[in-house]
Structure formats: structure tokens, C-alpha cells
């Protein structure tokens, strides 16, 4: 299938924004290997209208149903990972006037009350959460570990789940900038600081955003956040129950044979910890093959083809025909794993969108951009083969 030019010099000059992730809700975390926000709207902008149904199924730090939701369009957005799931809800979740008013008085009265010294009971069963704090005793974790405890122990104080989240997210938020690839110590003045300007800075930009669906009409769009594998999407009872079908599908898979950390922050030289998991107050326990569709160490990488067959082919059962799948991957080994990717795209029931021109796009009528800094490319080795990302468009049949 062939479209205009038009469309692939608009989706490339997006796609090709090198402008650093801001806006809205997008930097409450940093999710690993996110998407721009601008590519994610003008996605929508090309192939959906208002009022459509926009899905993610690896919804990751939620930039697709943050920006589907200021479009006025209804989403949905999945995940297996309970990590991406919690960020997603408290990037998308309004608050009153009275929950805001509870951050403020929260933001006003504890952090500057977190000390190293606190060894109140309450302290101690939060820091006995086995493996979630695993490897926190490091020289220079174990410090601000016993800073983000109290700061979960102060939480108790507050009545609203919402605020609750709206909180844990800018601890979990501070707590990443602490901690994760961090070479020097964070002190608990600097902690502290960061901690109650994050705080401020979060609630304006929640505002923003609120500001901004609540002017859709009719009515604010309505999301839908589901923690599942992608695989059983078309079981879920949202889309069985009320017949649902997609009108656009906006995503980021799982890149094949590349090493994402979507579970783990590494502290002190490298070393894994569940810390995020902790502070978020989700559920982890799997290990990294469970988040990247199986080993990269596998020969041919069959279970990632398996699976991502498997998950393409419940998409494709939950997208309307002729709906548009919009993705953004990245291959160890392109020549041949881009193949096999799109064979198993053929086989679920789509046809990829050849654009009419080359135009921006760098080959094979295809949008290619340098992969931005991202905490799980090693800048070290150099323009390796996964340090490039592609977008692929595709039909449904």
C-alpha cells in the first residue's frame, strides 16, 4: 500500500526530533527507551480522528496515552510490566483542588524532616522488603535507600490513593536521579531539595495537562490502564465484553537481540536493584527475558519471534480492518531480523505502508533515525547496528 509523501516528510520530521522529552507528564520518570512525545501526536494527528480509539500495548512511561487523551481521542494502554503501568495511571490521573492542596501541605511538612537518624519501627518494615531492595546496602545507595523509606513511611499520613501515587512517583522520580547510573554520592540535603522541587514541578505540569483534556469535547476522553502481555489482549474483557476494536495502534515493542533494563536501575558499578518496584509499591520478581520477549543470548532468537507472532497476531484480532499500527523498533541485526519482524507482521493479517517517496526517510522508503541517548546503548561501541530505530507502518488486511 502506497501513501502520499506529505505524510512520510510530517511522521519523519517527528520521528527525527531530537529535542529532549518535555511537557505535560511526560518527565514525571524516564522510562527506558521511550519515544518523543511529537511523534507519538502527529501519529495520531495522521492516521486517527477524533473520538477514535487509540491502543498501546506496551505502553511503557504512557507517552501514546498521554498524548491520545490531549488529542481527544479514547485509549487504551497495556502492559505486563506493573512498573510502566503504575507511571502510566499517575501520569494520567487528575487531581482536585483539595488532592493538590494535600501535596502541598505534604511537600511543606516532611522532606525537610528526613534524617538518617530516623529508626522508628515503621521505618524498619518498609526496609525489610527482601529482594525489592536488593543491592540498596551499597556505599552509595544504602544512605538514600533509608531517605526514600522515610519518605514511604510519611505517606501513611495521607487518606487519597490518588495523592498517595501522585507522591510515591516523585519519590520514584528523585530516587532514579539518585541512584540509577549515578558515579557520585547524592547527599540528603540535595535529596531533599530535589525531592520537594519535583514535587512543585510535577503538580504544574499535571496541571497543564489537565488543562488540556478537560477543553476536548465532548466531554474529557476516556483511558483504560491494564496490566497484561500483549499476547492475551484480544482476551481481555474490555475488548470481549464491549466489542471493542483499535482505530489506531501506536507502539514500541520489545527490540530483538538488544538489552533494555525496563526492570532495574543499576547502582553503584553496574549492579541491579528492584528498587523502583519498592517505592512504586508493584509487584516484580521476573528477570529480563521475561520484559524483552526471551534471551538475546538464544540462538536465531526464536522465542522472541515466537512471541512477538503470538502478540501480533491478538493485536491484529482487536484492530479494526484497515486500521493503521504505527511502531518504533530497533534491530541487533537488521538485515535479518527486520525481515523476519516484518514476515511476522505479514502473517498476523497486515501490510506494511511503502511510502510513495524517499523523501527524509534514509532507505528502502523507510523513516531511520539515530537512536537519542538512551541508558541502554553503550555510546562506547560506537554506530553499532542497534543504535539505529525504524518506524514501520502497517495496514490491517
Not at 23 to 36: K, M
Not at 46 to 58: A, E, T
Not at 211 to 234: H, V
Request: with cysteine; proline share 5%; charged share 25%.
Amino acid at each position: 500500500m502506497i501513501i502520499e509523501n506529505q505524510t512520510i516528510e510530517i511522521l519523519a520530521k517527528s520521528a527525527l526530533d531530537k529535542k529532549p522529552i518535555s511537557g505535560l507528564t511526560h518527565n514525571f520518570y524516564r522510562y527506558p527507551a521511550r519515544f518523543s512525545p511529537s511523534f507519538a501526536s502527529t501519529a495520531i494527528q495522521l492516521f486517527s480522528k477524533h473520538g477514535d480509539l487509540i491502543l498501546d500495548p506496551y505502553v511503557g512511561g504512557g507517552t501514546t496515552v498521554i498524548e491520545a487523551m490531549v488529542a481527544g481521542r479514547r485509549v487504551i494502554g497495556a502492559d505486563l510490566n506493573s512498573l510502566a503501568v503504575f507511571v502510566t495511571r499517575v501520569k494520567t490521573t487528575p487531581l482536585t483542588k483539595r488532592e493538590k492542596k494535600d501535596v502541598i501541605l505534604w511537600n511543606e511538612t516532611y522532606p525537610t524532616q528526613f534524617s538518617y537518624q530516623d529508626a522508628s519501627e515503621k521505618l524498619d518494615k518498609v526496609l525489610c522488603e527482601g529482594d525489592k531492595i536488593k543491592n540498596l546496602t551499597l556505599p552509595k545507595a544504602r544512605f538514600i535507600k533509608k531517605i526514600i523509606a522515610t519518605g514511604l513511611v510519611s505517606l501513611n499520613s495521607i487518606e487519597s490513593q490518588k495523592v498517595k501515587n501522585f507522591l510515591r512517583c516523585a519519590i520514584l522520580k528523585t530516587g532514579q536521579r539518585a541512584l540509577d547510573g549515578r558515579r557520585t554520592h547524592t547527599s540528603l540535603t540535595e535529596f531533599r531539595e530535589k525531592l520537594s522541587q519535583n514535587v512543585y514541578q510535577m503538580l504544574e505540569e499535571l496541571r497543564d495537562f489537565q488543562r488540556l483534556i478537560y477543553r476536548q469535547k465532548p466531554g474529557k476522553p476516556r483511558r483504560k490502564l491494564i496490566e497484561s502481555d500483549a499476547s492475551q489482549i484480544d482476551k481481555l474483557p474490555i475488548f470481549l465484553r464491549e466489542n471493542l476494536k483499535a482505530d489506531l495502534v501506536i507502539t514500541s515493542p520489545p527490540y530483538p537481540g538488544i538489552h533494555i533494563l525496563y526492570h532495574r536501575w543499576q547502582v553503584d558499578g553496574r549492579r541491579e536493584t528492584p528498587a523502583p518496584y519498592w517505592i512504586a509499591g508493584c509487584q516484580d520478581g521476573q528477570g529480563d527475558s521475561y520484559y524483552n520477549f526471551g534471551s538475546r543470548q538464544q540462538p536465531e532468537l526464536r522465542s522472541y519471534f515466537d512471541t512477538s507472532l503470538r502478540t501480533l497476531k491478538a493485536i491484529r484480532n482487536v484492530i479494526r480492518d484497515g486500521g493503521y499500527i504505527v511502531q518504533m523498533m530497533a534491530f541487533k541485526n537488521p538485515v535479518d531480523h527486520l525481515q523476519r519482524y516484518l514476515d511476522n507482521m505479514k502473517k498476523a493479517g497486515f501490510t506494511e505502508v511503502v511510502f510513495s517517496s524517499g523523501g527524509i526517510a534514509e532507505r528502502n522508503n523507510r523513516i531511520w533515525r539515530r537512536v537519542p541517548n538512551r541508558k541502554w546503548h553503550a555510546s562506547l561501541q560506537g554506530n553499532t547496528a542497534s543504535s539505529k530505530e525504524v518506524v514501520l507502518v502497517h495496514k490491517a488486511n
